[in-house]
């Protein structure tokens, strides 16, 4: 009997052993650091006209619809700029979670557009810390429009533009994100005599989070005219500044915005915005996004 009373004891305590050394990995397992990634930095690829640091998921594509009307002071007749509108389609599709490939076309000018947005670091705490989230934009711009005198094109080479961007951006909490995005465009043709070939810019932008599906957006670009006395902008061309609102409805971002640029995309924003916000020079304009997904894995994990 006593035989048998060692033998269960001894059984207790190694299940009491071994269940202590479970709950001890199962506390290290909860104790160590994991890295936390923030997430929905901006709520689409665009702040409001320029690349936000967001890239697209993973063999998901985005249809982009843009408009942008005429000036609100160009009066009764114009309907206030309603009757007058311009548009782009653009498609853009995540080769992988951090690298998007886009394409569009502008009524404006007829000018189509292609683009790789590379995203380098993600912003996180934790087990891995960095304070800001980093991504690489190369786009270029094909002008389309019959020569004019002002803008003879003599070759297809002559009608493009390049543009490269560093998109730097953090988010502040849960309400607000800001971005900056140093930025360099090169034209092989200019528009003007007055202006230069390569234009630098600072784009700057922000998000302010109002509910749960809605934001505050602001956008603007200082382009120099000069430095010292080299002339870079020809002076009729201004600094970008828009301002907007973003509603999500499950897959569909919508984005109504002001600006004083007629352009939906770099080219336009950094080198050719002529309105001036003070003389009412406001253009009207909406976005709308809708994702697609094309990850079959995705849909069989929902059913």
Request: charged letters at 20%; glycine letters at 8%; one cysteine or more.
């Amino acid at each position: 009997m006593k035989k048998y009373s060692l033998l269960l004891l001894i059984s207790f305590i190694a299940i009491v052993a071994r269940a202590q050394d479970d709950l001890l990995d199962e506390l290290n397992k909860i104790q160590k650091p994991v890295a936390n990634y923030a997430s929905a930095t901006f709520k689409s690829s665009r702040i409001v006209s320029g690349h936000s640091i967001e890239t697209i998921a993973a063999k998901h594509l985005d249809f982009r619809i843009s408009h942008r009307f005429g000036a609100l002071n160009s009066g009764y007749q114009e309907l206030f700029g309603l009757d007058q509108s311009q548009i782009r389609l653009g498609f853009e599709f995540g080769l992988t979670d951090r690298l998007t490939v886009g394409v569009g076309r502008n009524s404006y000018q007829k000018t189509y557009d292609y683009y790789a947005k590379y995203k380098l670091l993600r912003q996180s705490s934790g087990a891995k810390v960095m304070p800001v989230t980093v991504a690489l934009l190369a786009a270029a711009y094909t002008n389309t429009m019959p020569s004019q005198p002002n803008a003879r094109f003599f070759n297809n080479l002559e009608r493009q533009t390049y543009c490269g961007q560093l998109l730097i951006a953090r988010k502040f909490g849960e309400r607000v994100s800001l971005q900056l995005s140093p930025s360099i465009l090169h034209r092989n043709k200019v528009e003007t005599e007055n202006d230069a070939n390569t234009l630098y810019s600072l784009g700057m932008g922000g998000r302010f989070k109002l509910t749960r599906r809605t934001s505050f957006n602001v956008e603007y670009y200082y382009t120099p005219t000069s430095v010292g006395e080299i002339s870079l902008r020809d002076p009729q061309f201004k600094n970008a500044l828009s301002i907007g609102f973003d509603i999500e409805t499950g897959g569909h971002v919508f984005q109504l915005h002001f600006t004083n640029s007629k352009g939906m995309t770099e080219k336009y924003l950094i080198g050719q915005t002529e309105g001036m916000w003070q003389n009412g020079d406001i253009f009207y304009g909406f976005n709308v996004s809708r994702v697609f997904s094309f990850d079959k894995s995705a849909k069989k994990t929902h059913k």
